[in-house]
């Protein structure tokens, strides 16, 4: 999908890229190459130069960073159309985070030195990009108050919903990621997930989790439930 035209039709349906206009699209796409990923391979590491922004076409990219007690931190998952690395890339700082392939995954790759050449040209470019990376803090804000102030039911539940909405209901994922992704252990989301499994509310396989009662889910997500 190398073609410019077909690439302009695919960034027109992100959030990121769609309210640009056709020109800016066009400009844009003229930017783009492709890159691919075997399941596992990782893309960049914390601490790497930053020098692209990345789309996700096929696949999924977990973004994660380490603690200092040696554990993984999942702060994102990232499937078809999503954009990342935009904070490192316009900042010129070094990457804050891992970005790791969790299955084969295909990228459109745009160059830091070509996206700025873009950006004195098309100011409403620049524009968009600020409204993204609000976004991105309130995000990350919301996150955080996750962490300090809701049960293990209310974070798992949420993380399982927002899952949910970008892949559908029969998730692919390992309880371990999962407790990274709702920062407790993976013994707390065990007991979590065959409660709820008892009751109805998933089925569980290997490295997978089908939601099975979304209502039940939206609330446990939306007003908490037993403290951990």
């Known amino acids: 999908m190398s073609d410019p035209q077909q690439l302009a039709r695919f960034l027109s349906a992100n959030p990121f890229f769609a309210s640009l206009g056709e020109s800016a699209l066009q400009a844009v796409a003229r930017l783009c190459v492709t890159r691919s990923l075997a399941a596992r391979e990782v893309l960049f590491q914390k601490n790497d130069p930053a020098d692209a922004l990345y789309a996700v076409r096929r696949g999924a990219i977990r973004i994660a960073t380490g603690t200092a007690e040696g554990r993984q931190l999942t702060l994102n998952m990232l499937g078809p159309g999503d954009v990342f690395g935009e904070v490192a890339l316009f900042d010129g700082c070094p990457r804050t985070a891992d970005a790791i392939a969790s299955e084969p995954t295909e990228l459109f790759v745009i160059r830091r030195r070509d996206m ?37 039911p209310a974070r798992l539940g949420r993380r399982l919903v927002a899952l949910a909405d970008d892949y559908g209901d029969d998730i692919q994922i390992t309880q371990e990621e999962l407790a ?25 396989g290997r490295s997978r989790v089908r939601l099975l009662d979304r209502a039940a889910l939206d609330a446990i997500a939306g007003t908490g439930g037993d403290a951990e």
């Open 116 to 152: 700025l050449g873009l950006l004195t040209q098309q100011p409403s470019i620049a524009i968009a990009i600020i409204e993204l990376l609000c976004k991105r803090v309130r995000w990350m804000s919301e996150r955080m108050e996750e962490t300090t102030f809701l049960p293990v």
């Open 180 to 204: 990274v992704f709702a920062n407790t252990s993976r013994e707390t989301i065990n007991r979590q997930l065959q409660a709820w499994k008892r009751d109805g509310l998933v089925a569980l």
